[in-house]
């Protein structure tokens, strides 16, 4: 191999000693070549700068025009108040036929919703669109809510999946928010009704944040974007990048053969006498370079079958065809082949026969799309065993030159057998801690609960997302001792069993609930280790409600005091009669089957409520709620799942209520809640948080939906005032559709739409 190249190298240094003449020559040439190209280039870019200039200055009009439009249909709105829907629908279907950019036209309601949408077809997806959790549609509607103006925002993909941006404006009418009028518009329709000024001359691109959002390209061939020039519009705080490129025929208008032809004359007298050296030297310098690049090929391959074999996977080569004309050792020995046996078959000859069709087609594709194969198949080894196989393959290529593909194939039976028992092993864990009647946590290494079983969620009282990622399941101060001082984090028994590295048993801990009672947990914690390492990775944490045994173990110790002092027994009864008496009196305020306030209590707090908000000059509201639809409910599944549907709202009741709210059963299937402090605005954030609750349960567990009347008192308005007013507001959820939230201030307007 060094005989051939030290002769490819001295052809070529005496080539290039002769080459410098007709090299100065071409030199020559192209100098004057280029100051001729520059000069024009100039006009060019002149010309494409005007042209840029103008298409931003026209697309900022047409955004301004859209803006004025929707501006002018909110004006009207606020002018003459709500429309009614056809009316409305009628004239933003001119809109929209009328204009040349807009897809559709909506009216977004006060809460942010879409409500009403031209044209309906193909934009169903969006009725009823909560815009507050959109973060893209959110932000622009927020800013012009704020603002009081029409506001445009980030760019998106819109319904039917092209790139736009929509214009939000704000409707007030005598100071209140009526909500908003949205209009959607494509970016291609905007730029389709700019192209009067360009059409012909010169192609456009459209980039926003990074994303092409247009591109028109007539006449223009690769290469041309070297004339390309940008230009810039700023719509609330997100730049528009326009670049125009002259087409073929503009550049045609500026282009004269005048430099191409002085370059061609003078690079042809440069070629002629450089052709007559270089074809002196070539027929030795080819001889030479093929002599080299067979000397290559040959150590490549070598190389490549040295790698293979030392390689703990199995390797194979295949033609363009796919099939097979090297296998490495290893290969041989998984498959149980013999060399003679696969060489110039299908590289999916041992693939079974039910996966043979997918496995050829991933093949194609993956020939197609010029991407890497890769695929896990069951094949057939020699001895007819089936194994699962990971095989991989890319194409070769030398340069342009396509020699076939390369590929692996490795035996995955075991890992994904390791996979499924995993699988099927955290599927039982799962289970089994499902039905422990104890409950059951886990937590990671930092003291993080990660797991939980439903008993853990009945005995804490909330669900396991309220408490999973804590470090603790309720709130601290609502932990004491037995003897009732509190309970801090670092006696937790978990936190020890981490801290300490040794098991914790039988701790009990109080837990404080709302209504005043407390629940008894005994607590046991244990670490678990990972093999040869001395810390704990986290730790188990079982625990049962004692509270029952807790007050029997009390009960029993005092029955046994009490026999052996009579004074001591007469104590005893006198505490179990006023127990008794204040069980008594807790039934008669405690409605018997929810466990919430009876309507004869929820009127003497609402009385002493009403007192101390007009004392005191603060909000007070009332809700009242009915079930949907509740006899119809009793009628299809029975009196007793009736009962229980009405219980597990009073739990969701109970559970969204404040310390300081009441929530009684009113009557039947109605519920009220006393909000002292609430505004009307709270009042409504409360109940719909209520109303959605009680909705996800429904979904969930198949139980029942409720409607809201709400009212906030104002100046000369009675209790009893108050709480029609909330019946009002009620009946008019009810007459809407049910299963919604209605303020005693929205009826009028409730009743209008």
Not at 58 to 73: F, N, Q, T
Not at 196 to 214: C, D, E, M, P
């Amino acid at each position: 191999m060094d005989t051939p190249l030290a002769y490819e190298e001295a052809v070529i240094r005496s080539r290039s000693i002769l080459f410098v003449i007709p090299i100065l020559a071409a030199g020559a040439a192209i100098v004057s070549w280029r100051a001729l190209c520059l000069d024009q280039a100039r006009a060019i870019r002149q010309s494409t700068d005007l042209a840029a200039a103008s298409l931003r200055d026209e697309a900022g009009a047409c955004v301004s025009s859209d803006k004025m439009i929707i501006k002018r249909i909110a004006a009207r709105w606020a002018l003459e108040g709500p429309p009614q829907r056809n009316n409305w629908e009628a004239n933003a279907k001119h809109v929209v036929a009328d204009s040349s950019t807009f897809q559709a036209i909506s009216w977004i309601s006060p809460d942010l919703h879409i409500r009403w949408i031209v044209p309906y077809k193909g934009n169903e997806a969006v009725v009823n669109l909560d815009l507050g959790k959109d973060r893209l549609r959110g932000a622009s509607t927020r800013k012009a809510v704020r603002d009081r103006s029409p506001a445009v925002s980030q760019p998106m993909r819109l319904t039917k999946g092209e790139y736009g941006f929509v214009i939000h404006a704000p409707i007030y009418r005598s100071g209140r928010f009526g909500g908003l009028i949205a209009g959607a518009v494509r970016f291609d329709k905007l730029v389709k009704a700019l192209q009067f000024s360009v059409t012909g001359k010169y192609a456009v691109r459209l980039t926003v944040l990074g994303n092409t959002i247009y591109s028109s390209s007539p006449g223009v061939l690769q290469g041309d974007e070297q004339w390309s020039r940008t230009t810039y519009l700023t719509e609330d705080g997100v730049r528009w990048v326009f670049t125009v490129t002259p087409t073929q025929a503009t550049l045609g208008d500026f282009l004269s053969p005048l430099p191409a032809v002085s370059l061609g004359l003078g690079l042809l007298a440069a070629i002629l006498l450089g052709g007559v050296i270089y074809f002196g030297c070539a027929a030795h310098e080819q001889a030479a370079r093929a002599l080299k690049e067979s000397a290559q090929r040959a150590a490549s391959e070598a190389r490549f079958r040295a790698m293979s074999e030392a390689s703990p996977l199995g390797v194979f080569v295949a033609d363009g065809d796919g099939n097979l004309t090297y296998l490495n050792a290893r290969l041989l020995t998984v498959s149980g082949y013999s060399e003679k046996d696969v060489i110039g078959r299908h590289l999916f000859f041992a693939v079974v026969e039910e996966e043979l069709s997918d496995a050829l087609a991933a093949w194609d594709r993956a020939i197609r799309d010029h991407v890497m194969f890769q695929s896990t198949l069951r094949v057939h080894t020699a001895d007819g065993t089936c194994v699962w196989a990971d095989v991989r393959a890319a194409a070769m290529r030398d340069g342009d030159q396509f020699l076939g593909y390369v590929g692996t194939i490795m035996d995955v039976t075991k890992k994904l057998e390791a996979e499924r028992a995993l699988h099927d092993s955290e599927a039982r864990f799962r289970a089994a801690i499902g039905a422990i009647r104890d409950g059951f946590v886990l937590r990671n290494s930092q003291g993080e609960i990660i797991l939980c079983n439903a008993s853990a969620e009945r005995i804490f009282g909330q669900s396991a997302e309220r408490f999973v990622g804590r470090l603790v399941p309720v709130d601290e101060e609502l932990l004491i001792h037995e003897d009732g001082s509190p309970f801090p984090y670092e006696d937790n028994p978990a936190v020890k069993a981490l801290r300490e590295g040794k098991e914790q048993t039988d701790v009990v801990v109080g837990i404080k609930r709302d209504h005043g009672e407390t629940t008894w947990v005994s607590l046991s914690a244990a670490p678990l280790f990972r093999s040869g390492e001395s810390r704990p990775s986290s730790v188990v944490t079982t625990f049962a409600d004692i509270t029952e045994r807790m007050w029997f173990e009390k009960l029993i110790a005092g029955q046994i005091a009490s026999l052996n002092d009579a004074h001591q027994q007469l104590q005893i009864h006198q505490q179990e009669l006023a127990e008794a008496n204040r069980r008594l009196e807790s039934l008669a305020i405690t409605d018997g089957l929810t466990g919430l306030k009876n309507h004869r209590t929820f009127h003497e707090r609402l009385a002493e409520e009403y007192e101390r908000a007009k004392r005191n000059g603060t909000p007070l509201s009332v809700l009242l709620l009915d079930v949907d639809n509740f006899k119809l409910f009793n009628d299809t599944h029975g009196h007793p799942e009736g009962d229980k549907a009405l219980q597990r709202l009073a739990e969701v009741l109970k559970s969204i209520s404040r310390s300081t709210d009441l929530t009684a059963r009113y009557g039947g299937e109605e519920f009220a809640v006393i909000l002292p402090g609430a505004s009307a605005e709270g009042a409504v954030e409360c109940a719909e948080r209520m109303r959605a609750a009680i909705d996800r349960q429904a979904r969930q567990e198949g139980g029942v939906t409720a409607s809201f009347g709400a009212a906030t008192l104002q100046p000369g308005l009675t209790a009893s005032a108050l709480v029609a007013q909330a019946d009002a507001a009620l009946y008019v959820s009810k007459a809407a559709g049910r299963n919604r939230v209605t303020h005693h201030d929205d009826v009028d307007e409730a009743k209008a739409a």
